[in-house]
């Protein structure tokens, strides 16, 4: 037991995730040396994760200097204290307002150990997809405590690392679990399970390694341990059937929140979207506005509207630091374009679309901003929700000696940027639609 506890806190507690988890930051603190303490902000709530700390650390300057980060954010923040941690530290988070929970067992397993349990021959596994995922989601809200909540879990974005599987009887979800992939290290972790099933263990298991399943980041990986977190008063059946498939206990663990003093953002700065109505709808409503028409040879792409303004990108615009200021130009404009509280969108053809908000990136500790104005061999769209602003790069417009076009339209807009990105780009080629000759 000794060897899977060494193995937990040498390489899962403290924790970088890489790469981030969708509209979040993780950020170590520079002022403790000798241990691993990243403190992640998702812009709905927080939480810090540790390993061993070392002895003569000022523990209560500690604890307060994460608590304001969390203040400064309006954050409420999670922090788990595991029974090997200095008893100082409990004592600290008290005195800073934090409030302990229930206690959890840690469980460790290495994946070689878990059983293979093939379902009943008239259930089956899959991965989460349209048919089933309101179903899990309804499972997951009326089960638990979890590890982490699988609403967490989905938003951290699309991810080789994350899987969330379901059993399926007929039509009907019987249960479902989450895990995830820690990248660079030996672990998966079991986030969540709705019903004690050890079919799910086993596929897990099955889809970790080189050659051993269709899970491309989990086989580039190779871990070799499984960690779960449960509280056997509120789930002993999923205690029992863990222990049963070769877990083991290596500590106990329990989580101490605290709570801001304003009212914490409901959702995160940047919400990816792909497989979901609201990107299809999205895309469904600016084809059918702007006529879209992806083509390598069809020009324009869309049907300029009125106003906007086209401008050609060449050769030169393609450098890092040309880039760079074109898209701080276009972000810089959508913000101020836009009142406060209003999300944007970013789409990215065939790939992952993103809404943000515009005034919660791009700055010091926050989120890379989502939105990209030049073209990068793709076309890449920004906009409002209602279509009434936004840009169009297309990457093949302008010819073989050019690297495409940039159609910025609404008036709002347009009033932003206009002046800077004729100093940048040069002479547009349309305006509302129109050749300027």
Not at 86 to 107: I, K, M, S, W
């Amino acid at each position: 037991m000794h060897d899977l506890r060494h193995a937990y806190d040498t390489h899962l507690r403290g924790h970088l995730p890489t790469p981030p988890r969708a509209g979040a930051v993780h950020l170590p603190d520079p002022h403790l040396s000798g241990a691993r303490l990243v403190r992640s902000h998702y812009g709905t709530h927080g939480s810090v994760d540790h390993g061993p700390l070392p002895p003569g650390t000022d523990l209560p300057a500690l604890v307060a200097r994460q608590r304001d980060r969390f203040e400064a954010r309006t954050e409420p923040a999670h922090w788990p204290v595991h029974a090997h941690d200095p008893p100082a530290l409990e004592d600290a988070l008290n005195a800073a307002g934090f409030t302990p929970g229930p206690e959890r067992r840690v469980l460790v397993a290495e994946l070689s150990a878990l059983p293979s349990v093939p379902p009943a021959q008239d259930e089956q596994l899959r991965e989460n997809d349209r048919m089933s995922a309101q179903a899990v989601r309804e499972l997951a809200a009326t089960s638990g405590p979890h590890r982490r909540p699988l609403t967490e879990h989905e938003a951290d974005g699309i991810s080789f690392e994350h899987r969330t599987l379901a059993l399926v009887r007929g039509t009907r979800v019987r249960a479902a679990g989450w895990a995830a992939l820690r990248k660079e290290t030996p672990f998966l972790v079991l986030e969540g399970m709705t019903a004690p099933r050890p079919e799910f263990l086993g596929e897990w298991a099955r889809n970790a390694g080189p050659g051993r399943g269709l899970w491309w980041g989990w086989g580039q990986a190779q871990p070799r341990l499984m960690a779960a977190e449960v509280d056997p008063g509120a789930q002993p059946e999923l205690y029992g059937m863990l222990l049963d498939s070769g877990f083991h206990e290596i500590t106990t663990v329990r989580p101490h929140t605290w709570q801001p003093l304003g009212i914490p953002a409901v959702a995160r700065p940047v919400t990816e979207l792909f497989d979901d109505r609201e990107h299809d709808d999205l895309w469904d409503r600016f084809t059918e506005r702007f006529f879209f028409t992806p083509s390598t040879t069809v020009f324009p792409g869309i049907v300029d509207p009125t106003p906007s303004v086209t401008w050609p990108l060449h050769e030169t615009d393609e450098r890092p630091e040309h880039v760079a200021e074109l898209d701080r130009t276009v972000r810089r404009g959508l913000t101020a374009a836009i009142p406060a509280g209003e999300s944007l969108y970013s789409l990215d053809w065939q790939h992952i679309g993103r809404r943000y908000d515009p005034r919660r990136v791009g700055g010091p500790e926050q989120p890379p901003h989502p939105a990209f104005a030049f073209p990068d061999g793709d076309y890449h769209i920004n906009l409002t929700g209602d279509l009434r602003l936004g840009t169009f790069g297309h990457p093949w417009e302008s010819g073989p000696h050019g690297r495409g076009t940039l159609c910025v339209f609404g008036a709002e807009l347009l009033a932003e940027v206009d002046k800077d990105l004729h100093r940048l780009l040069g002479a547009p080629i349309r305006r509302d639609g129109h050749a300027t000759g």
